[in-house]
């Protein structure tokens, strides 16, 4: 039962247009939602994250959204630089269980120069 | 920054043997975990930790086990690797800032 889920295996962008990565949940009980970005042989490095009782965070030229309603949220690149190219993983939490955290398959985005 | 190191990076090994994969931060947190992922899959919870002497197991099954005797110090151990047991191995550890992980230990078992 995939709780997270980033329908989007990969997503090509050309440099200095907006990224647009899309994540999905179906657990209420989710309550914090983070956008990690990873690369093959490293650690996943944090990017941002948002509380349940917020709809936008914008940190940089990162801007994450949430759809409480529809249990959506989206990672917002602009402008997008061909250093941004990684895979991107979508994670969640609930409650007092920060840190335990439920993550989506990941969006592998290329960023074109 | 976070500091939150793991040793080896990479481990070829054989079918059988023990290993113990080190995991220590420099944080302070009290909240430890370990994740496994498969190439282009999602990382999974296999085990995770409170405090000292506090450990438990995640979302995902594993036969690694775990200890917590220090704060800073968090080591899996895979008592008979097989080649299953083949995956990258991320460690992390959190406070109300955030969740922060290692650089990953890449494990072939052959």
């Known amino acids: 039962d995939q709780q997270v889920k980033q329908n989007s295996p990969s997503l090509s962008v050309q440099e200095g247009r907006i990224s647009i990565l899309n994540c999905d949940y179906t657990n209420s009980m989710f309550d914090y939602f983070l956008w990690y970005k990873k690369y093959p042989a490293e650690g996943p490095t944090f990017l941002i994250s948002i509380s349940s009782i917020k709809d936008k965070n914008e940190d940089g030229r990162f801007t994450v959204f949430l759809n409480k309603s529809a249990k959506h949220l989206s990672l917002h690149i602009v402008p997008s630089q061909p250093g941004d190219s990684a895979v991107y993983f979508c994670?969640?939490?609930?409650?007092?269980?920060?840190?335990?955290?439920?993550f989506g398959q990941g969006t592998i985005l290329t960023v074109h120069p | 920054e976070a500091d939150i190191y793991q040793t080896p990076r990479y481990l070829v090994i054989g079918t059988g043997k023990k290993i113990t994969l080190e995991c220590s931060q420099t944080m302070g947190h009290d909240k430890m975990y370990w994740y496994q992922q498969d190439p282009g899959m999602e990382l999974h919870l296999i085990h995770y930790s409170y405090g000292v002497n506090s450990t438990e197991k995640g979302d995902l099954s594993s036969e690694s086990t775990v200890s917590r005797i220090r704060t800073e110090h968090f080591p899996l151990t895979l008592e008979s690797a097989r080649p299953s047991h083949t995956s990258q191995y991320l460690c992390a550890s959190s406070d109300v800032a955030g969740t922060y992980f290692g650089p990953g230990t890449r494990l072939l078992v052959l």
């Open positions: 994670a969640a939490s609930g409650g007092t269980s920060y840190g335990k955290l439920t």
